[in-house]
């Protein structure tokens, strides 16, 4: 059975606008782009995946509930703008400011791999031809974890020095086609 690439990306930051704890569709603002990456994305077999932390369930900010709806509206624009999502994979949980059953480290959050791994798993995928992106160094270094072969930061702004190193840094997510392109090119090699 054929292995296949994927596109992970981080959802507040990358997906849409971050505008801390947004869990109604009225919040959101997709970022300039994300459907024209995710197009090009898909037409070069690319499996879509969404990897997110979502600590504001665990903090009380908003319910599983609040975010299954929203995740539910998000997959369905992403339908109508043809590049469908395979799978949206969050974490819940906080090792600190969690509250009750959402205390906990968990290998899902950010920087661990666990989402990117249960992806890996369930949809059978080739990590090392896949391309990750997303806006904070704990995103690349869950990549980094997972063995995604490339994984890139999308940072408007400058942020704080990091022993992380992605593979590239990009102002816009026009910039990552290119990555798309070359990491399929990688496959068939």
């Not at 197009?39 to 900010?61: E, K, P, W």
Request: hydrophobic residues 40%.
């Amino acid at each position: 059975m054929n292995r296949h690439r994927a596109l992970f990306l981080d959802r507040d930051g990358v997906v849409n606008q971050d505008r801390k704890y947004v869990y109604r569709p009225e919040q959101i603002e997709f970022v300039e782009g994300i459907f024209d990456l995710c197009r090009h994305a898909r037409q070069l077999s690319n499996l879509l995946f969404i990897v997110t932390n979502q600590s504001g369930i665990g903090r009380g900010y908003y319910t599983e509930a609040d975010f299954y709806q929203l995740t539910g509206w998000m997959l369905s624009v992403f339908e109508e703008q043809a590049c469908p999502i395979d799978q949206v994979y969050y974490c819940p949980y906080h090792p600190t400011a969690g509250i009750g059953k959402y205390q906990r480290e968990s290998n899902w959050r950010k920087p661990q791999p666990g989402m990117i791994l249960a992806a890996a798993q369930a949809f059978n995928l080739d990590l090392s031809s896949s391309v990750l992106v997303g806006d904070q160094y704990r995103d690349i270094a869950a990549g980094q974890a997972a063995g995604v072969g490339c994984n890139i930061l999308y940072a408007r702004a400058a942020l704080p020095a990091s022993d992380v190193v992605p593979t590239a840094t990009v102002a816009g997510l026009t910039d990552i086609q290119n990555y798309l392109t070359d990491a399929a090119n990688w496959a068939t090699k």
